[in-house]
């Protein structure tokens, strides 16, 4: 397949938040997204590592995975494809949190880091977006030493997450001195 800018511009236009962007603006970006091609089994993301870019899932599908703090196990979290979005919570949290590998071929087209912090800058509703949307992997890392610090311990994590996301959200705090 050609990717052309009009091509990942009209792509682009139909992913959230991105859609909410002017068409002025979705060309400009999709002159800087890249396609990148990975192979079934290939690793999209890892945990250990801030991510080099935001990968949007064009074509394929790939496995969000996450590590039960329990016993370190490997748990897939969510099949994500066509539109989904990757990168984005290591690199508005500043820690790498992601694991993502191809389930079947992928192409992602992929948006570098310092281009997609800038475009964070350049558009608030952007930011505002990224910043109040709960991950999936935090709300598990967090559901997940809950259920470590206690006795018991015991419970389906990837359920518990499930049935939490739905009415979890994310609160901001400046920085500074906490309160007592």
């Known amino acids: 397949m050609v990717y052309t800018v009009s091509t990942v511009g009209e792509f682009i236009s139909t992913i959230e938040p991105f859609k909410n962007l002017s068409p002025n603006t979705i060309q400009e970006i999709s002159a800087q997204f890249q396609p990148l091609k990975y192979d079934m089994g290939q690793i999209m993301l890892v945990k250990e590592k801030i991510p080099p870019y935001i990968a949007i899932i064009y074509e394929g599908q790939a496995r969000c995975i996450a590590y039960d703090p329990r016993n370190s196990t490997p748990v897939s979290v969510q099949l994500i ?6 990168g984005w919570e290591s690199l508005i949290r500043g820690f790498p949190c992601e694991t993502a590998i191809a389930s079947t071929p992928v192409v992602a087209l992929t948006l570098e880091r310092d281009k997609f912090l800038d475009l964070l800058k350049k558009h608030p509703s952007l930011k505002e977006y990224y910043q109040n949307q709960v991950g999936l992997i935090e709300i598990f890392e967090l559901l997940g030493q809950q259920l470590l610090q206690r006795a018991t311990g015991e419970g389906n994590l990837k359920e518990l997450v499930k049935d939490t996301i739905i009415d ?11 309160r007592q």
């Open 81 to 86: 494809s066509n539109g989904s979005v990757i």
């Open 168 to 178: 979890s959200q994310v609160c901001n705090l400046s920085a500074g001195k906490a």
